[in-house]
């Protein structure tokens, strides 16, 4: 059962990616995570965002759309998506060290995210975008009320 959730749509620039991750957190915070919980939550929204700006759209700026829910007191599902390029094969995408642009990048995105999250989906269509959907369980002190 949802307990809450929030949805936002950002442009697809560099300069937005610590917005996400400070959104993200903020939201997050009303499960009284730990900060190590919080530092994974970060962490795994950077990534996600990140790959919306490098890959989905080539030739300039499209929209990332985030949407986050606090489920059953304990959990958040974060989704992340594009309308982008689309991935043509998520399971060589999601291996370490692979990279379609190259350079400084290693190629560790996918791989970050499923070492510091529950769980980790992507779903992807060539020319439509990707969707990244992450589960987080919290380590519970208290319950949130309503």
């Given at each position: 059962m949802v307990k809450n959730s929030f949805s936002m749509t950002m442009f697809s620039r560099s300069a937005n990616e610590g917005f996400a991750r400070a959104?993200?957190?903020?939201?997050?915070?009303?499960l009284d995570p730990t900060l190590e919980e919080i530092s994974d939550i970060k962490t795994a929204v950077s990534e996600a965002v990140t790959n919306c700006i490098v890959h989905a759209y080539d030739?300039?700026?499209g929209k990332i759309y985030i949407t986050a829910e606090l489920i059953d007191d304990n959990v958040m599902k974060i989704k992340i998506r594009d309308k982008g390029r689309g991935i043509e094969n998520v399971q060589r995408a999601m291996?370490?060290?692979?990279?379609?642009?190259?350079?400084?990048?290693a190629?560790?995105?996918f791989a970050v995210m499923m070492s510091f999250m529950d769980s980790v989906k992507v779903r992807s269509t060539?020319?439509?975008?990707?969707?990244?959907?992450?589960?987080k369980k919290i380590n519970r002190r208290f319950s949130i009320n309503g």
């Open positions: 959104v993200v957190s903020a939201f997050a915070s009303q030739s300039g700026v291996e370490p060290l692979y990279t379609t642009v190259g350079g400084e990048r190629g560790l995105g060539v020319g439509k975008g990707t969707s990244i959907i992450m589960i």
